[in-house]
């Protein structure tokens, strides 16, 4: 029996230490120590040995457990001292090495001037309001002075969801809406995405426009003017030269047009702007009396004027983009040049 344990205790040991990874040596202990393991089975058969002997032989058995136990928790710390040692190597930083640098994100064209837009309004005393983009035939035409059949309609190529609803062909019907639920004297200003069924390189069905409406006492075409002249000086810069020509809308009267300095060209004239130096930037003017009392204002007190710049077209020009499509495209080669 005695030279029987020394054997477990040489064959275990030599064993033990052939172990090289965590999962062997578990093994190893369950073959030796486990419930049917070499060693657990001579102690659990004690009683087959001579009484005189159980003494020392229960000490000899206990002293190989005991020895086995520590050899196994020696090797174990080891395996994981070594384990870890070569984790860290693997997973060593070279702090030497270059580094992959940190992505920069940018806002895109459209918001970045539609930002800049904004902020010039709201400094002269706007409110920015936003309203909805699929609305009735009655906020985008009929409110603002285009009846059903009107030949005005043909301007605007509409896209319609029943006979009575559409998404709106203009931020105009903004102006209704603010009519509806603002008391005068307000100054609005609407930001939001418009659609038409036009499709080429300079045109997109879904495009965007601002709407900027201001209702008051005495107020007409000259203060109009002026509010514009600045606003193109402030986006554009102060050399940029302003157009005027007459033009038609249903809701204004007079109704004009708005041409600046071609920035494209800076006013030399090129194939944008047909040789012109100008191009045409919105269409504005005094709000119809009739538009304002359709929406419930008294046109003997208050007078009003708008105007709907589309926004597409100057980033277009301004940044040198050839087709609208790529605004709307998330395409991250165009937008990184973007920035
Ligand atoms: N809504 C008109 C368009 O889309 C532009 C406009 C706005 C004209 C405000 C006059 C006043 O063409």
Same mark, same amino acid.
């Not at 998404?167 to 105009?172: G, M, P």
């Not at 983009?321 to 609208?324: E, K, S």
């Given at each position: 029996m005695k030279e029987k344990l020394e054997q477990i205790l040489k064959d275990a040991q030599c064993e033990i230490e052939k172990c090289d990874d965590v999962k062997t040596l578990d093994e190893v202990r369950v073959k030796f120590l486990g419930k049917q393991g070499e060693l657990t089975s001579i102690l659990r058969n004690m009683k087959e040995v001579p009484p005189e002997e159980r003494k020392t032989v229960g000490m000899l058995a206990n002293g190989v457990r005991e020895k086995l136990e520590d050899a196994i928790s020696k090797k174990s710390e080891k395996l994981e001292e070594e384990t870890l040692l070569k984790a860290m190597e693997k997973e060593?930083?070279?702090? +030497?090495m270059p580094s992959k640098g940190v992505k920069r994100g940018a806002l895109h064209p459209l918001t970045r001037f539609n930002n800049k837009f904004m902020d010039i309004c709201v400094e002269m005393g706007f409110t920015v309001i936003q309203g909805p983009e699929i609305d009735t035939d009655y906020y985008n035409f009929e409110a603002l002075n285009v009846p059903k059949n009107h030949p005005a309609r043909d301007m605007q190529d509409s896209l319609y969801i029943t006979d009575n609803i559409l998404?709106? +062909?203009? +931020?105009?019907n903004m102006q209704v809406h603010a009519m509806e639920e603002l008391k005068p004297p307000f100054k609005i200003v609407c930001p939001g995405r418009v659609y038409r069924n036009d499709d080429d390189s300079s045109h997109s069905p879904i495009f965007n426009q601002f709407e900027a409406l201001v209702v008051d006492e005495n107020v007409g075409l000259k203060d109009l003017m002026k509010m514009i002249d600045v606003i193109l000086k402030k986006l554009f810069g102060e050399n940029v030269k302003m157009r005027v020509r007459p033009a038609y809308f249903p809701f204004t009267e007079p109704s004009i047009e708005i041409d600046a300095t071609c920035q494209m060209c800076q006013g030399k004239g090129c194939s944008l702007c047909k040789g012109t130096g100008f191009s045409e930037v919105f269409g504005a003017g005094v709000v119809n009396p009739k538009v304002l009392e359709m929406s419930g204002i008294d046109s003997k007190k208050y007078s009003g004027f708008a105007f709907g710049p589309g926004i597409d077209r100057s980033v277009m020009v301004t940044n040198k983009?050839?087709?609208?499509k790529y605004l709307f495209r998330n395409d991250m080669r165009f937008l990184k040049q973007m920035r």
């Open positions: 060593k930083i070279d702090i +030497t998404l709106r +062909t203009q +931020t105009s983009i050839p087709n609208i």
